[in-house]
Each structure stands twice: as structure tokens, then as C-alpha cells.
């Protein structure tokens, strides 16, 4: 079957303009994650959602950066006002559940540079 | 929150030779998963441990979770160039939330 998909691939933006990024989990998975990762870097945590559950948004940097997840299934994630530290990768995963004993299946990414 | 750090953050061998990296935390952990992200790619999930002193191996791959449940390690033994990348611990909670090591980069010179 289809693996997490995520759009845009790379999105290139100016400064101070909002982005919208995109993640299409795995069907039935109802768990979704979103890591931001610096060039050479770890994963960041920075949201996760479960099924229809409010999200865990403590990760999230500051007040610029906002994801839904609309009907349990694709998830947006938006930065405002975009600022050059927010350039890097951003990944997506998703699994059957938010427990500790699924794993996690990752998209490709979105390579994010803010000139 | 649960932090993992993770050592050695870079790691260069010889094709042949053994490769380990440890994961340690302050705080006891619930699980550990161990993941691989290519050079360019995205995380791929190994393996996970739940027991305490668990062992698992994978081929070459020897995954350990340490009897106080807050370290666990990875080795590989006779390393080829395949195995080229970054490995990375992660804890879970039961609540959702990942914590993932900062990883070791692993460059096997052939």
C-alpha cells in the first residue's frame, strides 16, 4: 500500500510569508507526528495528533507554527510569518496508534529554505 | 520529558570493523526504538525493546535494553558500506510523545 506522502517536496519562500505543508498518513494509521530536522540534526518533536484527540502541541516552537488535522487523516502544518531559522526539514510520520509499541512510518519530507 | 542522549555523535570505521552506539536516559524508560535514516533519506524504523535486559538481533545488528530500563545499545559487527548512516534512539511515552536521540552518523570506509 501507499506509504505517508507529504507535499510540497521543497518549498522555497521569503522571509515574513506564511507556508502551508502537507501529510497524507497511511490509511487507518491514527496516529500522526510532525518532526522538524536541521541540516546535520536530530529529529524535533514538534506535534503530535491521535485520532480525534486535542493534539499535544508542546513542541511546537512559538505561536507562528499551527497544524490541523482535519477528519483524522491529513494533517497541515503552518508556519507564519517565516522566519530563516525555520529553514530545514520538515517530516511527517504516522502509525496505527499512539502507543509506545508502534512504529513509526515516516514520508519523504519537505525541505523548507527561507531566503 | 523523558531525554535521551545519545554517543558517539559521529562515528568512522573501517569496512569489517564493529560499530556501537549507546542511548541513555536519566529517567526510566517505558521502550526504546532504534531507527536508520539514510544519507538524504528519512528515518526507517528497526527495531523496538520493552524488557528490561532485552536482547534482539537482526543479522549483523545486536540491539540491547539495559536492565534499569534507562540505556540501551546498538552494534553492528563487521560493518559494510549498507550500513552507512545515522542511527537514532527514540522513546515513546504512552501518551504519544517521541523523543528521538540526536544520533550517531555512522561513514564506513571501504
Known amino acids: 500500500g501507499a506509504g505517508v506522502s507529504q507535499s510540497p517536496s521543497n518549498k522555497v519562500t521569503e522571509k515574513g510569508k506564511d507556508v502551508e505543508l502537507r501529510c497524507d498518513p497511511i490509511s487507518g494509521h491514527t496516529a500522526l507526528y510532525w518532526y522538524r530536522q536541521s541540516l546535520g540534526q536530530g529529529l524535533e518533536f514538534l506535534i503530535y495528533f491521535q485520532g480525534n484527540s486535542a493534539p499535544d502541541k508542546s513542541g511546537l516552537p512559538s505561536d507562528r507554527f499551527s497544524a490541523e488535522r482535519t477528519g483524522g487523516s491529513v494533517s497541515t502544518l503552518t508556519i507564519q510569518r517565516t522566519q530563516q531559522e525555520d529553514s530545514a526539514v520538515y517530516l511527517c510520520?504516522?502509525?496505527?496508534?499512539?502507543?509506545?509499541?508502534?512504529?513509526?512510518?515516516f514520508g519523504p519530507g519537505t525541505r523548507l529554505t527561507v531566503t | 520529558g523523558q531525554q535521551v542522549m545519545q554517543i558517539p555523535q559521529y562515528q568512522h570505521v573501517q569496512e569489517g570493523e564493529d560499530f556501537t552506539t549507546y542511548c541513555n536516559s536519566s529517567t526510566t524508560l517505558s521502550n526504546i526504538q532504534w531507527y536508520k535514516q539514510r544519507p538524504g533519506g528519512h528515518p526507517v524504523f528497526l527495531i523496538q525493546l520493552v524488557k528490561s535486559g532485552e536482547v534482539k538481533k537482526q543479522k549483523r545488528l545486536t540491539f540491547q535494553f539495559g536492565e534499569a530500563k534507562k540505556n540501551s545499545s546498538l552494534h553492528i559487527t563487521a560493518t559494510q558500506t549498507t550500513d552507512v548512516g545515522t542511527y537514532f534512539c527514540?522513546?515513546?511515552?504512552?501518551?504519544?510523545?517521541?523523543?528521538f536521540g540526536d544520533g550517531t552518523t555512522l561513514t564506513v570506509k571501504p
Open positions: 510520520a504516522s502509525s496505527r496508534l499512539a502507543f509506545a509499541s508502534y512504529e513509526q512510518y
Open positions: 527514540v522513546s515513546t511515552t504512552n501518551a504519544g510523545k517521541s523523543t
